[in-house]
Nanobody, 117 residues
């Protein structure tokens, strides 16, 4: 059974940095894509960025340039980083992974990022 576990969330002061990590276990294959979504309070879950297995990044226009994402296929991990967090940035961040053979989509439990002075 595939499991995704996020880490790195917590309280961040305005202007601070966010750095998250996701570790996938229970899989012997390279994911078709792996990346991140976020969900603000009362809002729907939205794409931040995902990276496919050939290294192409897909991200939402609204977050373009705000985040840096990466993946390490050898370790089945993904990371997300952003600096200069603002008041609109607090959200739950979810790790996401998609496999092709067999097909499947997996989600982490989410890690909370709170921006406060």
């Amino acid at each position: 059974q595939v499991e995704l576990v996020e880490s790195g969330g917590g309280l961040v002061q305005p202007g601070g940095s966010l750095r998250l990590s996701c570790v996938a276990s229970g899989s012997a294959f390279v994911f078709h894509s792996m990346g991140w979504y976020r969900q603000a309070p009362g809002e729907q879950r939205e794409l931040v960025a995902t990276i496919n297995r050939i290294g192409k990044t897909t991200h939402a226009d609204s977050v373009k340039g705000r985040y840096t994402s990466s993946r390490d296929d050898a370790k089945n991990t993904a990371s997300l980083r952003r600096t200069s967090l603002k008041a609109a940035d607090p959200a739950l961040y979810y790790c996401n992974a998609v496999s092709d053979y067999p097909w499947g989509e997996y989600w982490g439990q989410g890690t909370q990022v709170t921006v406060s002075s």
